[in-house]
């Protein structure tokens, strides 16, 4: 395991890697030739954009697997993150009463 601007995080396959955020709650970051894929985001206590940014070259996209706030709670560090329609409500439930600067997802 490695540790990395308070994350710690571990290959548990070639080019995928499980991104602890606290306490358990993890991420997942597989990499293709081109391409990347974030998946969740955890409960968005720190920065994990910036986190992906300094230790990810090709471009990427962020998908959430459902919409409870330890996988949704870090949309807002992104400018975009994909989910199945069916979680729309789920999220935008979980979402209510955050500040109004933060980024949503749906939106």
Same mark, same amino acid.
């Given at each position: ?6 994350? #710690?995080?571990? !290959? $548990?396959? #070639?080019? $995928?890697?499980?991104? !602890?955020?606290?306490?358990?709650? @993890? @991420?997942?970051? %597989?990499?293709?030739?081109?391409? %990347?894929?974030? $998946? ?9 954009? /910036? *986190? $992906?940014? #300094?230790?990810? +070259?090709?471009?990427?996209?962020? %998908? ?13 560090? *992104?400018?975009? /993150?994909? /989910?199945? !329609?069916?979680?729309? +409500?789920?999220?935008?439930? *979980? ?9 949503? @997802?749906?939106?």
């Amino acid at each position: 395991m490695n540790r990395n601007d308070d994350y #710690k995080y571990t !290959e $548990i396959r #070639k080019n $995928i890697w499980q991104i !602890e955020e606290d306490h358990g709650v @993890c @991420c997942t970051l %597989a990499r293709g030739g081109s391409r %990347a894929l974030p $998946i969740d985001t955890g409960y968005g206590r720190r920065n994990l954009r /910036a *986190f $992906i940014e #300094k230790n990810l +070259d090709p471009p990427y996209m962020v %998908a959430n697997s459902y919409g409870h706030p330890d996988h949704i709670g870090g949309n807002h560090w *992104f400018d975009t /993150a994909w /989910a199945a !329609e069916e979680e729309f +409500d789920v999220i935008r439930h *979980f979402e209510e009463g955050r500040p109004s600067d933060r980024r949503r @997802c749906p939106q």
